[in-house]
Nanobody
Framework: QVQLVESGGGLVQPGGSLRLSCAAS????????MSWYRQAPGKERELVAR????????NYADSVKGRFTISRDNANKTVYLQMNSLKPEDTAVYYC?????????????WGQGTQVTVSS
């Protein structure tokens, strides 16, 4: 079955770094656009970064541009989010998303989330 398993979250001080990983299985990973979303307490889930399949452009939320980098390893079916210069406002649960549209079918999968807390 389809699985997206995030890891790498934790507690980090402001200015620190974390790298999140999302291991995928159960679908053709290379066909899917991969994204990271986050949801802070009391707020709506928001897109952090999106990495399409070949030929597309990477998108970042304005709040993370220049600090976060999304990347993918199709051979190992994993997507990463490198987060540098972390700020307290980056505190949230981070979710991995896989998305693919073929004809009239949309395939949209989510991981269970990993907590990132930025605090001194």
């Amino acid at each position: 079955q389809v699985q997206l398993v995030e890891s790498g979250g934790g507690l980090v001080q402001p200015g620190g770094s974390l790298r999140l990983s999302c291991a995928a299985s159960g679908f053709t990973f290379s066909n899917y656009a991969m994204s990271w979303y986050r949801q802070a307490p009391g707020k709506e889930r928001e897109l952090v970064a999106r990495l399409p399949t070949v030929g597309g452009s990477t998108n970042y939320a304005d709040s993370v541009k220049g600090r976060f980098t999304i990347s993918r390893d199709n051979a190992n079916k994993t997507v990463y989010l490198q987060m540098n210069s972390l700020k307290p406002e980056d505190t949230a649960v981070y979710y991995c998303n896989a998305w693919y549209r073929y004809l009239w079918h949309t395939y949209d999968y989510w991981g269970q989330g990993t907590q990132v807390t930025v605090s001194s």
